[in-house]
């Protein structure tokens, strides 16, 4: 579905009751266009003669250039709405989505059965306007917190992203492919280990005709095949 304002209105009223206890002031919500966010939020603040800091004007945006599931555009407001919360309530978190955000996003996906994220994944939100067959290194990442994450590294950061998410505490498995679906397309090419929240059965079928590869970290091939596949693929003599 596509947002609307009277939609995400009802929305914000019904999820603010729900998750925040109704503690959220009404705030501006605006449409927008962007093709490399589905939400944002806006702040302006002001200090004043004590130092003390105030918001002056705030909104939420939403894009309408995606074509999303009822459930995506829920997570995608209350991911904003937890922005909305913690600069409401002056707290200051360790970074945009730092250990408060995570905090409030966990307990809400686990109390709720949400699948809020830190990213608003677009690439998974829309099909490929480029049709074209390339060759993708795909990266699938199954998280500590349950989800799958997908990413497609540039060509010259594949070791160095593949040895920065083996050492994470919050990655549980990696896996590493080639395709060319043209699904992929439009993953930008990651330059460090930004992924994105993705559904697994979506991924799946798009990796079907996918080749794995086995990264050591230092080279990347097709993974061999199992001994008793060689076996059962040897001629008869």
């Known amino acids: 579905m596509t947002a609307t304002i009277p939609y995400l209105q009802a929305q914000f009223t019904a999820f603010n009751a729900l998750c925040f206890g109704g503690k959220l002031p009404p705030i501006d919500i605006r449409l927008g266009r962007s093709r490399q966010r589905l939400g944002c ?6 200090r004043d003669a004590h130092g003390v800091m105030h918001l002056r004007e705030c909104h939420i945006r939403v894009s309408t250039a ?9 997570d995608v407001l209350i991911h ?23 905090r409030m996003m966990d307990t809400i996906n686990l109390r709720y059965d949400r699948h809020i994220t830190t990213r608003h994944a677009t690439a998974a939100c829309e099909l490929p306007a480029d049709t074209r067959r390339r060759s993708h290194i ?4 199954h998280a500590t917190d349950g989800g799958t994450y997908v990413i497609v590294p540039a060509r010259t950061r594949i070791f160095s ?13 990696l896996a590493w492919f080639h395709s060319t679906s043209a699904f992929f397309n439009t993953y930008p090419r990651s330059r460090t280990a930004t992924s994105y929240a993705i559904d697994a059965g979506t991924l799946s079928t798009h990796l079907t005709d996918a080749t794995p590869l086995v990264c050591d970290g230092t080279c990347i091939r097709p993974r061999p095949h199992r ?11």
């Open 41 to 46: 939020f806006h702040q302006t603040c002001y």
């Open 66 to 74: 995606f074509d999303l599931a009822e459930d995506t555009l829920q």
């Open 227 to 237: 001994l008793e596949d060689t076996k059962k693929a040897a001629p008869a003599m």
């Open 161 to 173: 992203i593949h040895n920065a998410l083996s050492h994470s505490p919050r990655v549980k498995a």
């Open 80 to 102: 904003e709405m937890i922005h909305y919360y913690i600069a409401c309530s002056g707290l200051r978190d360790t970074s945009s989505h730092g250990t408060l955000f995570r």
């Open 138 to 141: 795909v990266g699938v990442i």
